[in-house]
T-cell receptor, first 116, second 113 residues
């Protein structure tokens, strides 16, 4: 069974702090994703990576960056946390199926981030 | 880019009744349509998916139908049970998306005994 592990379940940070959210998957998946979940808005894609050191902006990348130094690890970075980044953050992975290929996403348990 | 709309936002059903959730998508080239279930405090998990070369797919009490002409797809849950209570998300993915999914806003389903 695929396991996607997010390092923290709950985080509380202050405005202006640099925040790191870590995600590790154990199924050798090429694709990794960071989504943000807010009530009434569903899951919105922040960043996506289909290979080590590769990254692509999603729908809401402003205020975020990512790092993929190893295949199993994908980090989300909030350069200067703001209160409007208070949210649930979900990491996901999937195997690579090419440009036209799709396969189910496997999600982590999420990190509930509160910025005060 | 792809845009997915999901209705209703909340759905209350009596145990044993059927539940239907509908989604529409904007990109006629989209070819993959998964559905995820998220129980309270847990991760979203895939419950069923359908590809554009298929019109309907069933898995026990769950079925998904796809109308490519109208660009909408639906989730049908029959004989609902209390454990079906959760938030359900539909999603769509165009063929050049490298595996990315565009999600609907979600439907909170409450099954009352």
């Amino acid at each position: 069974d695929v396991k996607v592990t997010q390092s923290s379940r709950y985080l509380v940070k202050r405005t202006g702090e640099k925040v790191f959210l870590e995600c590790v998957q154990d199924m050798d998946h090429e694709n990794m994703f960071w989504y943000r979940q807010d009530p009434g808005l569903g899951l919105r894609l922040i960043y996506f990576s289909y290979d080590v050191k590769m990254k692509e902006k999603g729908d809401i990348p402003e205020g975020y960056s990512v790092s993929r130094e190893k295949k199993e690890r994908f980090s989300l970075i909030l350069e200067s946390a703001s209160t409007n980044q208070t949210s649930m953050y979900l990491c996901a992975s999937s195997p690579y199926r090419g440009q036209d290929g799709n396969s189910p996403l496997h999600f982590g348990n999420g990190t509930r981030l509160t910025v005060t | 880019g792809e845009n997915v709309e999901q209705h209703p936002s909340t759905l209350s059903v009596q145990e044993g009744d059927s539940a239907v959730i509908k989604c529409t998508y904007s990109d006629s080239a989209s070819n993959y349509f998964p559905w995820y279930k998220q129980e309270l405090g847990k991760r979203p998990q895939l419950i069923i998916d359908i590809r554009s070369n298929v019109g309907e797919k069933k898995d026990q009490r769950i079925a998904v139908t796809l109308n490519k002409t109208a660009k909408h797809f639906s989730l049908h849950i029959t004989e609902t049970q209390p454990e079906d209570s959760a938030v359900y998300f539909c999603a769509a993915s165009p063929p050049d998306s490298w595996g990315k999914l565009q999600f609907g806003a979600g439907t909170q389903v409450v099954v009352t005994p």
